[in-house]
């Protein structure tokens, strides 16, 4: 017998009912990925609406999260290129940081579940920090890389910041658990684009507070 296919549908809006300026979502379950026994995302990342709303693929019965994100409209008040990074949200329903802190969708064959979704105002930190340097840094394209930790297999991505002459580093994150690793970069390629060419080794960080004064060791 062909179960039916379930569907999760619903609409995303921030604190005063308004759409986001963009958004996405994300189906995460429990599941084998990658070899590992996880949550992890099926079907890829999938696009709201002008208006907010969204469709989930057909989906087989069983336990969901939904991971949102995008940016929030500008205040009208607002620059749009100044207040950008402090509008961007990513959070798992209802406002958590990691799956384990979230509340999942149950669906059964042919059900549809309508899913309505207000965006928690996104919390940025500024954090600042130093490496300790065991050997030079001038010269070297040296960046602090922050892969954000949300329970989600594999990892969901994150960001980093160049390291200074000093070994000084500075900029802003959203608040939750991220690894920390130094990264030697390749320089820039054609296309804008640099890898890392090696690591020195990460730690654990938590952001939940303005200035992290984070130290790492660069041998």
Known sequence: MTIPDAFLIGKLVDENGLPPHSASFTLVTEGEFHGQHGFGRIQGDHRCGPDGTFTSPPLRPGEYFLRFLGILRAPAFEEEREFKQQRVFDFIYPNASTVTEALPFEVKGGETVNVDVQIPKPVWFNIAGRVKMGSPIEQRNVHVMFARNMGILPD??????????????????????????????????????????????STVVIIQRDTLNLQLLML
């Open 156 to 201: 969901v991505g994150g960001t980093g910041f160049p390291v200074k002459s000093d070994g000084s580093f500075e900029g802003m994150l959203l608040g939750g658990s991220y690894a920390a690793s130094l990264h030697e970069m390749t320089d820039p390629e054609p296309s804008g684009y640099t890898r890392s060419a090696k690591q020195f080794g």
